[in-house]
């Protein structure tokens, strides 16, 4: 008899225990949050924890998310306060920020996470012969498409060449003259590629900071060397940085001085799914983010020590072994009180056809 009722406990504790196992703690009230992941860095095959609240109970329940699509089921839930999901890094995935996913909910890791063994391709496949031909739109005060204003541009890998102490690409740039619909042979740009980073010469950044259609000239003339502007193993740098202390501008014709710090940032954005012409799917994001905080004093117009503002942001997007399939740069925001409120209009292109060899 004795026997027969121990079986019985045995059995409602083993009934009770699966019964509490298939329910989903998460109520209405409760947010579901992811609080760190440790490590923050890993190869695929590794176990990280995740820790966070409102985790289902059931592993099976929870869908960890990394960038790149790839998605893990852990191997284990601690319960407690906070909770924590046990997984592995699957095949597939990318560095960048993790999201788990549960009972209708959904949250995403408060930092990136890096797989260190990441296989995303090569995001810069130059090589001689190789050219992308893209729909090239002027952007407004908004950013949006101005309409009519599709032309073309071209980008074709002539030869190399050495800057800087660097062997280089050179790039032949061709583009739509707006004016009389005329395709041009622009200035020359040079890259080169170092462990999926990508480097580019100075004069690639003379349409970022052209501050044409305003009064107002400014020195901004970037060193001769080589800039950082994409890497997959950053989060965030810093492409340049310069002080000006009452060097000469012009306003119009009249002379002035400006100071204050010209910063260049760059950061890696994860992935985005994007379509152009060319080519549908996942790309890579990078943004640049650039920024004048400082003074302009013009006296013969009243200008004295005025604050001057500049802000502007562009978007490049990579898919692995096709290379950038479109880069957005937006409208220039320009600010000097009672003087200048202005937005200088940006452009977008999307790659319409290419060759790599």
Known sequence: MKCI?????????IWFGSCAEEENPITPNNELSIISVSPSQGEVGDMIAIAGNNFSNVKTANQVFFEGGAIAYPDS?????????????PQGALSGF???????????S???????????GNLYPFSVGTFWVYNYFMLDSSDKRVPGSNLKDSLFIS????FFGKECL????????PDNSQYEKKDDQYFYTEENKLYTHPNFFEDLLNLSGTAIQLPFNMDEKWYKISDRSQSEWVIY???FNNEAMKFGSTDGTVAGNLTIKGSNDGTENISVPAKSGNSFKFKMKIKFDGKVSVPSIGMNNLDLKLDREVEFYYMAEIGRVMMKMKAMKLVIPNFVDSNIPGFETELLAYLIK
């Open 77 to 89: 839930v601690v319960l407690g306060s906070p909770m924590k999901l046990h997984v592995r890094i």
């Open 159 to 162: 030869g190399t060449t050495s």
């Open 241 to 243: 940085s310069k002080m």
């Open 110 to 120: 408060p930092s990136q996470f890096t797989v260190l063994n990441e296989m995303i």
């Open 170 to 177: 050179i790039i032949q740039k061709y583009s739509t003259n």
């Open 5 to 13: 009722k121990i079986l019985f406990l045995m059995s409602a504790v």
């Open 98 to 108: 993790i999201t788990v996913k549960t009972g209708g909910k959904s949250a995403t």
